[in-house]
């Protein structure tokens, strides 16, 4: 086995890993205004990824680190070329996390209502970026010499949207197990019902 294929071997199993891992919060976060009813149900939503979100993100970390180390050449191209998703994409993820950490510091109810739809809409962006950027990967970006010759919206193809749904849905499989497994009672049974 070659180094570059031990490379790409542990950076598809890295991204993997991540999907694996954040894949529940970002279901969990699409699902809360849709399946919590009730603000105890909401605090049960976020009780179950509380304590794990953050380290899940060390995952996409590594996997954009590893692309960095063992492919340097594909990271400038993919971050030249994916500039305006990738920061949407890191917009999405700050959202998220600012609407995690202080949705329980808040002291009105409008607040946290905004801090719920905030984590909804930076889950369902992350999962469907995501989705979009992997979908157009799998199927090629029209490069030559190392230089990406098309837009953001070019990637909103009929085949980018279709895996950014796919993702989309994965995780909000992903997420409603999750709640099952970590949640009890009346939230547990509408968690099951969803996946």
């Not at 063992?70 to 920061?87: D, G, M």
């Not at 999750?178 to 099951?192: E, H, I, P």
């Amino acid at each position: 086995m070659t180094l570059e294929t031990t490379w790409f071997f542990l950076w598809g199993l890295l991204w993997a890993v991540y999907f694996l891992a954040d894949g529940f919060d970002l279901g969990v976060g699409m699902l809360l205004p849709f399946v919590a009813k009730g603000e105890s149900e909401k605090r049960m939503f976020y009780n179950a990824i509380g304590p794990v979100w953050n380290g899940n993100e060390v995952w996409l970390i590594t996997a954009g680190g590893a692309t960095f180390a063992a492919f340097p050449k594909t990271y400038a191209v993919l971050f030249s070329s994916l500039y305006v998703a990738l920061t949407l994409l890191l917009v999405a993820l700050i959202l998220r996390g600012i609407c995690l950490e202080y949705r329980g510091k808040a002291d009105s109810a409008a607040v946290r209502s905004l801090c719920d739809a905030g984590l909804f809409v930076a889950s369902f962006l992350v999962a469907l970026l995501i989705g979009v950027a992997f979908a157009n990967l799998f199927r090629g970006l029209p490069l030559e010499n190392g230089v990406y010759h098309g837009s953001f919206v070019g990637l909103l193809s009929p085949y980018g949207i279709a895996g950014g749904a796919f993702f989309i849905a994965i995780f909000l499989l992903h997420g409603s197990i999750w709640l099952a497994v970590k949640t009890g009672g009346n939230l547990q049974q509408k968690a099951w019902q969803t996946a």
